[in-house]
């Protein structure tokens, strides 16, 4: 087999073997001051210990869209943020209130929500495409009582039907600040705020700091709920498997809508007081290459989707770039495909180390390093201090070679402490004893390498965001035209999957183009753009249980001109 030995040089982690063997997430906490006080901020360490330390002129964020380019110390974020905190303190935040961030990528998004976690609220990211029905589901699920914003954002933001949320606090000019008590200028509360370090809340290590909406295969989308303790694994990690270094510039392409741009967007680099890049706008290889060139970075965590774009691009783009910063290339998210490896090695001369976890997991848990043999098409070995396996639906352990559930050892500092407000769905994850049960199907090698194989539920992951089949579904059948609708991910070669809907009509519709066209519109404009279905097919009629549920597996049987399996459960009437 293909394999890519380890580099030569010397790594955070040297010796896996050894560290598996006798490392304790004890000997981690002994970096943090908080491990003789029993009192914690994940934002006081993630910025302020570093200007307390005496690395406060060291740049801490690299910022960039179209329009802006700046850069901020980490002393300066540490006023800025400091006078947040001062700010929703002003505004009623307490401990444990629920602060949505709705914003597009920009400084004043990370000072936000670094000032919304110093005075103990969880925070709520949102992403940026959200639209109204999108927003909604997920600050009443979360009984949020504020949420931050930006004046091209607001008008998403249905708040008559929202009775917990009191304050919409708008960063920027917007002609709705003041025409109601709900609507409050940040840039005027700021300015009022005192910017000393007395806002800080000290709070426990299990008290929670972030909330990410995730989506499941049935049922709304999830709370998924981390406390601080977790920056015990966004610090080691950064170190282990980011490699990172004093003088690093890192760039992690993820927005901090999604769990990959907080926990290594923002805690991971900054807990390791490296520089951080952080690029604003959309997408286009021209752009990436540019962003690596200009700022020199050498560290780049991205995903198989965007490798596979930048993979498809005409030569000239890449030539016209000195790409030679790069030291270390990571990769999560989806599956990341031999081909793309090789690639990688073709024009980076630089290995892409995969890496393997879940937004309820909080932190990598399965990984590649630097310093051990990568097998392309393998998501690595566990991270020390973590036990994975594979097991089946019993929880007995599976012998190396064997298909199955793909389960981790509970207890990991990172790992999710609750889906909001439903202990049921929490529970779920945990049904055999002692392990978690990520929903992956996976097996393990001889040498202790895991190779994934696929989703044993229905959610769909296309270029590199996780999509729940059943919010689509729900929001298509409210289109006049739509009777029923199924929804599955189909295999795309850029995006790993694309959303295909099947859809039968309501009587007195015809299908057509046009009819194509408007639905999509209509998931685009309620939903959100990455939850349109990129193909729509019709059918007189869907297949369905006896209870009613659409048959998903048979829709992906048709799609993939497989067998359908079992039908016994199908209604044929
Ligand atoms: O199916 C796995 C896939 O992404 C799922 C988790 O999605 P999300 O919570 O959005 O988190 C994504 C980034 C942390 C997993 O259940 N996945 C994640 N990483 C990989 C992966 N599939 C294959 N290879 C990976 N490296």
Not at 180 to 186: A, I, L, P, T
Not at 342 to 361: A, C, K, P, Q, S
Request: with cysteine.
């Amino acid at each position: 087999m293909e394999i890519l030995e380890a580099g030569q040089g010397t790594y955070q982690l040297q010796d896996y073997q050894k560290e598996r063997e006798t490392f304790d997430w004890k000997q981690v906490e002994k970096a943090f001051s908080w491990s003789e006080t029993g009192k914690v901020n994940i934002a006081y360490e993630t910025i302020d210990r570093h200007v307390n330390e005496g690395r406060g002129d060291k740049k801490a964020l690299l910022y960039s869209d179209k329009n802006r380019e700046e850069s901020y110390t980490f002393s300066e974020l540490k006023e800025k943020t400091d006078q947040a905190a001062h700010m929703y303190r002003n505004l009623g935040i307490s401990k444990g209130d629920r602060v949505f961030i709705f914003m597009p990528r920009s400084p004043e998004l990370y000072v936000a929500l670094l000032g919304a976690v110093k005075v103990g609220a969880v925070v709520g990211p949102l992403f940026e495409a959200f639209m109204q029905d999108a927003v909604k589901a997920r600050l009443e699920d979360s009984e949020a009582s504020m949420i931050v914003t930006t004046p091209d954002l607001v008008s998403r933001i249905p708040h008559e039907d929202l009775p917990h949320l009191k304050t919409i606090l708008i960063s920027g000019d917007s002609d709705k600040t003041g025409s109601s008590e709900k609507f409050v200028s940040m840039d005027e509360k700021l300015a009022e705020a005192d910017t000393d370090d007395s806002a800080i809340e000290w709070v426990d290590l299990e008290d929670g700091f972030i909330l990410h909406y995730t989506s499941g295969s049935t049922g709304k989308p999830k709370g998924v709920y981390h406390v601080h303790k977790a920056m015990l694994q966004h610090y080691q990690t950064g170190k282990w498997v980011l490699d990172l270094r004093e003088d690093d510039v890192y760039w992690c392409t993820a927005d901090p809508g999604w769990v990959t741009g907080t926990s290594y967007g923002i805690f991971g680099p900054w807990l390791n007081g490296v520089t951080n890049v952080v690029r604003g706008g959309r997408f286009s290889p021209d752009d990436w290459y540019g962003t690596i060139d200009k700022y020199n970075v050498t560290v780049w965590y991205s995903a198989p989707t965007a490798f596979r774009m930048l993979m498809a691009a005409p030569q000239e783009t890449l030539k016209n770039h000195d790409l030679s910063s790069l030291r270390h290339i990571l990769s999560v998210g989806e599956p990341l495909n031999p081909e793309v490896v090789r690639w990688g090695w073709d024009v980076f001369n630089l290995r892409i180390h995969d890496t393997w976890w879940m937004t309820e997991t909080g932190a990598m848990l399965i990984c590649n390093y630097p310093s051990e043999p990568i097998k392309p098409g393998s998501m690595g070995k566990p991270i020390p201090g973590v036990d994975a396996s594979i097991v089946d639906d019993h929880g007995n352990e599976l012998p190396p070679g064997e298909m199955g559930n793909l389960a981790i050892k509970t207890g990991w500092p990172a790992q999710m402490r609750k889906i909001w407000n439903n202990e049921p769905k929490f529970n779920e994850y945990f049904a055999i004893e002692g392990w978690y049960v990520s929903g992956d199907t996976a097996y393990r090698d001889e040498d202790g390498y895991f190779w994934f194989q696929g989703r044993n539920d229905d959610v769909i992951m296309t270029a590199g965001e996780r999509v729940g089949p059943f919010e689509i579904e729900s929001k298509l059948v409210e289109h006049e035209a739509v009777a029923e609708a199924g929804v599955i991910g189909k295999p795309d070669e850029i995006r790993g999957h694309i959303i295909k809907a099947f859809i039968a009509l309501r009587e007195g519709y015809e299908e057509s183009d046009e009819l194509k066209e408007q639905i999509q519109k209509f998931i685009k404009s309620e939903l959100a753009a990455h939850a349109v279905p990129r193909e729509i097919e019709f059918k007189d009629k869907l297949p369905k249980t006896r209870s009613g549920k659409i048959m998903r597996r048979v829709l992906k049987a048709w799609e993939l001109d497989e067998p359908t399996g079992d039908l016994s459960t199908m209604d044929d009437n």
